[in-house]
């Protein structure tokens, strides 16, 4: 014999409403920005670190300039063991370069323990192309490390660096175990809910988290607004 159970769909609103009424309502902010310090470079090259190469600002890129073996710049971040981020980045090579290659890499400490390394050569100069990746650390702080060319005196320019929570494939906004999103605004303004909108809620079975239907910038604040029984 088969049976069927038939459950109404859950009105968080209305839910939120028992809450209150209950008097065991908790609302709480969760601020989500990029975990890159500078990304883009409005305060000259704050945040990040040479080894082996001089870093400038040229139109509002970062320029790293080879200056011996092993050049690039990195910045450590701090990250959770076990989920999953992606970083996101611009990248463009002058056309004054000999060569027109580089290594982008998350790593365990400034050169060694790689958890994600991408090299590309004979790219095209003077034009600018953006570049995602997929990581998931094994440590609590790892290194963003830009390499360019192994040319001395070539340089690589890069911008609009991030790292954000991921979940494979778009960036998410993941609340503290037992809260619910109730209102996001991102920059100051509100959002609407809805997958065809600004943003979707999604639960895993564990957590709920924020999917932003446009994924937020190197520089954009997100604040959930979140309620817990």
Request: proline content about 3%; hydrophobic content about 35%.
């Amino acid at each position: 014999m088969t049976v069927y159970i038939e459950k109404p769909a859950i009105n968080l609103r209305e839910e939120l409403a028992d809450l209150r009424n209950q008097g065991t309502y908790q609302e709480q902010q969760f601020w989500y920005e990029n975990l890159v310090t500078n990304g883009t470079f409005d305060t000259a090259t704050t945040g990040w670190t040479g080894t082996n190469a001089t870093l400038s600002v040229v139109s509002n890129r970062m320029r790293v300039t080879d200056a011996g073996a092993s050049s690039a710049a990195y910045q450590q971040i701090s990250v959770i063991v076990g989920r999953t981020y992606k970083l996101t980045l611009d990248y463009l090579f002058p056309s004054s370069n000999v060569a027109t290659d580089y290594e982008i890499s998350v790593r365990e400490s400034t050169f060694g323990g790689a958890i994600i390394v991408e090299k590309k050569t004979g790219l095209v100069e003077d034009v600018e192309t953006n570049l995602s990746l997929i990581f998931t650390p094994t440590v609590s702080t790892v290194f963003v490390r830009l390499s360019p060319s192994s040319t001395t005196g070539d340089t690589a320019d890069f911008d609009n660096i991030s790292v954000y929570e991921s979940d494979g494939t778009d960036i998410v906004h993941r609340l503290p175990k037992g809260w619910k999103p109730k209102d996001v605004f991102e920059d100051g303004s509100l959002q609407r809910e809805g997958a065809a909108n600004d943003y979707e809620v999604v639960y895993d079975g564990f957590d709920y988290y924020v999917k932003p239907a446009v994924a937020p910038s190197a520089t954009t604040q997100t604040c959930v607004i979140g309620v817990k029984a």
